[in-house]
């Protein structure tokens, strides 16, 4: 289903292929796991464990960085006994001169110590990231599908955001805090173990503020995450709808949409504010019910002679700066929480066990391509002079339970040939392309690709296509080394020449070496394809599938792609998803499917003879073509929706229109 038709699905109750094959609505969506809490500690401990020296450094810097700053209140305490004993002004030089110094200690290891901290941080952070990308390029097709690209956009902005905030600001700081409660609690049962008894008073209510706090926060920001991945889906959905969504006068639906999901987001949000005040409203309780206990002891122990003014002092000052680290490391349980959750949500994509390898593995051009090695580069090389033939045997699939697709398909493509597939939109037909090209996985059934001397090969790649082509922000270059990496510039043109991109090509302004994608050059919807038809030819594997390679292009250009796509398959087998009867009619043989199966099957002529469905597509089509070119060229006023078709994965083979008017997509001119 093309991108514009997407907004249009999540009220659908058709039981239609097209809409399984987009982003499912929210009530079936099936999120991107998330790891359990034990499973996220467990993952943090994995990735510590090659740093552990790192770590150990780190920890010492910060324990000597705390340990100095504690000498800070003893000092202040020796100079109130000091001015309480009416020595003399120059008796305080050196405990002053003492402050200066611990100082100076203090700031030069709380400095190394968070350096340290935080390169840990960075390097654990950086790895995550890599394993996350690493297995969320190879998530499978279907799964991405059904969570909804919201939920694994979310993943990769969002919650990324969040745990590397954290680890910036929050892990180091976390550490300092709570390095500074122990030692400084154990301070104060060095002054006196009563003034430690009296300090304790907070601490059951700060222990209960805790839990309550992480009881109620962690469901709520999970919550949240789940709610802020639904609202970028929808804004997604819309956005990229655009044009179907005023074509279809559906704005205000999709406004409504738009309003509910940001709602839901907003509320979670206001649900975190009340739940942080109330979380500080109950701090500042414990930390007044222990200053008092902590005065009243004091006030006790110098009436009894126990202690000294200054010793009380100390203690008094040793509590009050316990408010700053305590505050500190509860109000982190705010970002810790928030980037658990997010960190939870990052294992659980990391976590995912590496597909098992496909009979075949689809390379090069379309939205699952992959780089590949020299070995692979020399196996498609080798494998394109092979040919390839592609048996497929009872055939089922169904995207989601009890919905099949696909019924018992059987299908052969001798090695060499070049086969179009065609059918009404629904029909299965971008199912068949994708279950052969390795995409998906069938539910039932087998897709094996041999060489033409009818030896398996288990490794001979498949080369999928489709109109969905993503240009790489760099280099052009680099963007068709893609398809191989080691290939040369003359390589490049060549292959850019097969595909009638080279004139274009070199008339940018760097040439090759123009940047393209996001902030570079930008370039057509037709050049774009020609692009992902060069990685084709740059592949060079044994087996092509197009998948509406050519739906890009519009009326006017659609046959010099047309051409550029027969050139690209040239000489190896093809499977091409046909955009326009015109592929259809130049194929070795034609697959008409209807219903998921497939109903006829030969030549043009055959099939047009026969009078069956696909006479009946060519006959519309014809029809269509021969009232096109007899119509006068006007222009609709402001208010006229006239039908521009774009069909998506499933659309129908017409150029100009299409026979279902359920995948119609209407665009204002």
């Known amino acids: 289903m093309s991108d514009t038709a997407t907004g249009l699905r999540e009220d659908s109750t058709a039981d239609r ?12 969506r099936q999120l991107l796991p998330t ?36 000498l800070v209140q003893p000092l202040l305490g020796r100079i109130v006994d000091l001015v309480a004993e009416h020595r003399p002004p120059g008796s305080i030089t050196l405990p002053v001169v003492l402050l200066v110094l611990v100082a100076l200690a203090q700031g030069a290891t709380t400095v190394l110590g968070l350096a340290l901290v935080s390169r840990l941080g960075e390097t654990v952070l950086a790895h995550l990231r890599e394993r996350f990308v690493e297995k969320a390029l190879r998530l499978p097709l279907e799964q991405v599908e059904k969570a909804g690209a919201g939920d694994l956009t979310a993943r990769v902005t969002r919650d990324v ?39 304790l008073i907070a601490v059951p209510v700060q222990a209960s503020t805790a839990r309550w706090y992480v009881r109620n926060a962690v469901p709520l920001y999970a919550e949240q995450r789940i709610a802020t991945g639904s609202q970028q889906q929808q804004l997604l959905d819309t956005i990229t709808g655009a044009g179907t969504v005023r074509a279809f006068r559906l704005e205000e639906e ?39 206990a902590v005065l009243v002891t004091g006030f006790l122990l110098v009436r009894a002679g126990s202690v000294s003014i200054g010793t009380a002092t100390a203690a008094a000052l040793y509590f009050h700066s316990l408010f700053s680290p305590v505050n500190q490391a509860l109000v ?24 098992e390898p496909s009979p075949h593995r689809p390379s090069a051009s379309g939205p699952c391509s992959e780089s590949k090695s020299a070995d692979a580069d020399a196996d498609a090389r080798a494998g394109a002079h092979a040919h390839g033939t592609v048996t497929v045997t009872g055939l089922h699939h169904a995207y989601e339970p009890g919905r099949p697709v696909l019924h018992g398909v059987d299908l052969t493509l001798r090695a060499g040939e070049r086969v179009a597939l065609v059918g009404v939109s629904g029909a299965g037909k971008t199912t068949l392309a994708k279950l052969i090209a390795g995409v998906h996985r069938p539910t039932s059934g087998s897709v094996h690709v041999t060489a033409d001397d009818g030896a398996p090969r288990d490794g001979l790649p498949v080369a999928l296509v489709t109109q969905e082509t993503h240009v790489f922000a760099g280099p052009l270059a680099d963007d068709l080394r893609l398809a191989r990496a080691g ?16 004139d274009w090509a070199g008339a940018l302004p760097d040439g090759l070496d123009t ?18 038809l060069a990685r084709l030819v740059l592949a ?23 051409q550029a796509a027969d050139r690209a398959v040239e000489g190896r087998t093809a499977l091409i998803v046909a955009h326009r009867l015109t592929q259809a009619a130049t194929a070795d043989r034609i697959v008409v499917m209807d219903g998921g199966r497939i109903v006829e099957n030969g030549t043009h002529d055959e099939l047009c003879a026969a009078a069956g469905p696909y006479a009946s597509l060519w006959a519309a089509w014809s029809g269509t073509r021969a009232t096109a070119d007899r119509t006068p060229t006007h222009h609709p006023g402001p208010h006229t929706a006239t039908r521009h078709v774009t069909t998506g994965q499933e659309g129908t083979t017409s150029p100009d229109r299409t026979t279902s008017p359920d995948t119609t997509t209407v665009k204002d001119h």
């Open 540 to 562: 060079d594997p044994p087996v092509a599938v197009l998948d509406e390679a050519t739906a890009e292009a519009g009326s006017t250009g659609a046959r010099l792609l047309e």
């Open 487 to 502: 290939a040369t510039d003359d390589e490049l043109r060549t292959a850019l020449a097969a595909v009638d991109a080279l």
């Open 332 to 355: 982190l349980l705010d970002d810790a929480q928030s980037a658990t959750a997010a960190l939870a949500r990052l294992v659980g994509v990391a976590d995912q066990p590496s597909p």
């Open 161 to 199: 955001s969040v745990v590397g905030e954290a680890v910036r600001s929050a892990l180091p700081e976390l550490a300092r805090s709570l390095l500074a409660i122990v030692l400084t609690l154990a301070a104060m049962a060095a002054l006196d173990w009563r003034f430690f008894l009296a300090a």
């Open 17 to 28: 292929e097209s809409q399984w094959q987009g982003t499912p609505p929210p009530a079936r």
């Open 35 to 70: 790891a359990t809490q034990a499973r996220t500690r467990a993952a943090v401990r994995e990735l510590v464990r090659p740093h552990r020296r790192l770590a150990l450094g780190g920890f010492a810097m910060m324990v000597a960085a705390t340990a100095v700053g504690l």
């Open 515 to 532: 940047v393209v994608g996001d902030g570079g050059h930008r370039l057509t919807s037709a050049q774009v394809q020609q692009l992902a």
């Open 254 to 292: 999709h406004t409504a949409r738009v309003d509910r999901r940001s709602s839901a987001a907003v509320e979670l949000t206001l649900r975190g504010v009340r739940l942080v005040l109330n979380f500080y409203n109950r701090l500042h309780v414990a930390e007044y019910a222990g200053l008092a």
